[in-house]
Protein backbone atom coordinates (compact mmCIF):
# COMPACT_ATOMS: atom_id res chain seq x y z
CA UNK A 1 0.00 0.00 0.00
CA UNK A 2 1.08 3.51 -1.06
CA UNK A 3 0.15 5.97 1.39
CA UNK A 4 -0.27 9.90 0.17
CA UNK A 5 2.42 11.58 1.89
CA UNK A 6 0.61 15.02 2.20
CA UNK A 7 -2.53 13.57 3.31
CA UNK A 8 -0.37 11.59 6.19
CA UNK A 9 0.81 15.47 6.53
CA UNK A 10 -2.26 16.74 7.43
CA UNK A 11 -3.87 13.71 9.55
CA UNK A 12 -0.55 12.96 11.79
CA UNK A 13 1.08 15.07 14.09
CA UNK A 14 4.35 16.19 13.49
CA UNK A 15 5.83 14.20 15.59
CA UNK A 16 4.20 11.47 14.11
CA UNK A 17 5.08 12.44 10.71
CA UNK A 18 8.80 12.59 11.15
CA UNK A 19 9.04 8.96 13.16
CA UNK A 20 6.93 7.20 10.42
CA UNK A 21 8.22 9.51 7.77
CA UNK A 22 11.46 10.79 8.18
CA UNK A 23 12.78 7.78 10.58
CA UNK A 24 13.14 10.15 13.36
CA UNK A 25 13.44 8.37 16.68
CA UNK A 26 11.23 10.11 19.95
CA UNK A 27 12.98 11.05 22.73
CA UNK A 28 13.20 8.31 25.28
CA UNK A 29 10.67 7.61 28.12
CA UNK A 30 8.82 9.99 26.35
CA UNK A 31 6.25 7.63 24.56
CA UNK A 32 2.66 7.14 25.30
CA UNK A 33 3.31 3.41 24.86
CA UNK A 34 6.21 3.15 27.16
CA UNK A 35 4.23 2.49 30.41
CA UNK A 36 1.10 1.15 29.01
CA UNK A 37 0.60 -2.23 30.68
CA UNK A 38 -3.37 -2.79 29.19
CA UNK A 39 -3.98 -5.70 27.24
CA UNK A 40 -4.59 -4.96 23.30
CA UNK A 41 -2.96 -4.72 20.13
CA UNK A 42 -0.82 -2.07 18.54
CA UNK A 43 -1.27 -0.60 15.10
CA UNK A 44 0.45 0.97 12.81
CA UNK A 45 0.26 5.03 13.08
CA UNK A 46 -0.16 5.56 9.56
CA UNK A 47 -2.38 2.76 7.92
CA UNK A 48 -3.64 0.42 10.92
CA UNK A 49 -2.12 -2.47 10.39
CA UNK A 50 -2.08 -4.56 13.64
CA UNK A 51 1.65 -4.93 14.17
CA UNK A 52 2.29 -5.77 17.78
CA UNK A 53 0.58 -7.25 20.77
CA UNK A 54 0.13 -6.74 24.42
CA UNK A 55 1.37 -10.02 25.44
CA UNK A 56 4.56 -9.76 23.61
CA UNK A 57 5.49 -6.27 25.19
CA UNK A 58 7.97 -5.99 28.35
CA UNK A 59 9.09 -3.64 30.23
CA UNK A 60 13.00 -3.64 28.78
CA UNK A 61 14.49 -0.47 30.61
CA UNK A 62 15.36 1.32 26.80
CA UNK A 63 12.68 3.79 27.60
CA UNK A 64 10.83 2.95 24.58
CA UNK A 65 7.83 0.04 24.01
CA UNK A 66 9.84 -3.11 23.60
CA UNK A 67 8.27 -6.24 22.20
CA UNK A 68 10.03 -9.69 21.97
CA UNK A 69 7.47 -10.70 18.66
CA UNK A 70 5.01 -9.55 15.92
CA UNK A 71 1.38 -9.57 15.97
CA UNK A 72 1.55 -12.23 13.23
CA UNK A 73 4.39 -13.36 10.20
CA UNK A 74 4.76 -11.05 7.75
CA UNK A 75 3.74 -7.59 9.24
CA UNK A 76 6.83 -5.72 9.47
CA UNK A 77 9.88 -5.85 7.08
CA UNK A 78 13.18 -5.31 8.08
CA UNK A 79 15.96 -3.37 6.48
CA UNK A 80 19.84 -2.76 7.28
CA UNK A 81 20.43 0.24 8.35
CA UNK A 82 23.87 1.73 8.50
CA UNK A 83 22.86 5.63 9.70
CA UNK A 84 24.75 6.85 12.41
CA UNK A 85 27.59 5.40 12.49
CA UNK A 86 26.65 2.15 13.09
CA UNK A 87 24.63 -0.96 11.73
CA UNK A 88 20.97 -1.06 13.01
CA UNK A 89 18.04 -3.55 11.41
CA UNK A 90 15.30 -1.13 11.08
CA UNK A 91 11.76 -2.16 11.63
CA UNK A 92 9.16 -1.01 8.96
CA UNK A 93 5.45 -1.85 8.43
CA UNK A 94 4.92 -4.40 6.11
CA UNK A 95 1.97 -3.06 4.72
CA UNK A 96 3.07 0.82 3.96
CA UNK A 97 6.73 1.39 4.51
CA UNK A 98 6.47 3.68 7.59
CA UNK A 99 9.17 3.69 9.86
CA UNK A 100 8.65 1.76 13.49
CA UNK A 101 11.62 1.65 15.13
CA UNK A 102 14.75 -0.81 15.20
CA UNK A 103 15.10 -4.59 16.17
CA UNK A 104 17.98 -5.84 19.05
CA UNK A 105 19.24 -8.58 19.89
CA UNK A 106 18.41 -8.74 23.37
CA UNK A 107 19.77 -12.08 25.09
CA UNK A 108 18.38 -11.81 28.76
CA UNK A 109 14.95 -11.52 26.68
CA UNK A 110 13.12 -15.10 26.40
CA UNK A 111 11.62 -16.23 24.37
CA UNK A 112 13.22 -14.90 21.17
CA UNK A 113 16.34 -13.47 22.09
CA UNK A 114 14.82 -9.98 19.92
CA UNK A 115 13.77 -7.09 21.33
CA UNK A 116 11.46 -4.73 18.93
CA UNK A 117 12.08 -1.26 20.27
CA UNK A 118 9.34 0.89 18.52
CA UNK A 119 8.41 4.49 18.93
CA UNK A 120 5.13 5.17 20.81
CA UNK A 121 3.91 7.67 18.27
CA UNK A 122 4.46 5.08 15.52
CA UNK A 123 1.84 3.49 17.02
CA UNK A 124 -2.13 3.15 17.85
CA UNK A 125 -2.91 1.23 20.76
CA UNK A 126 -6.23 -0.58 20.36
CA UNK A 127 -7.91 -1.52 23.90
CA UNK A 128 -9.00 -5.13 24.18
CA UNK A 129 -12.46 -5.28 23.44
CA UNK A 130 -12.68 -2.07 22.23
CA UNK A 131 -11.64 -3.25 18.86
ZN1 LIG B 1 1.61 0.81 8.12
Redesign the pocket.
Known sequence: ?K?DDSELKKRLTPEQYRV?RESATEAPFSGEYVDNHEDGNYA??????T?FMSEHKFDSGSGWPSFYDVASRGTVKLIDDNSHGMHRVEVC??????HLGHLFEDATNQPTKNRYCINSCALNFNKKGTK
Do not use: H, I, T, Y
Open positions: MLLCGACGELCQNCDS
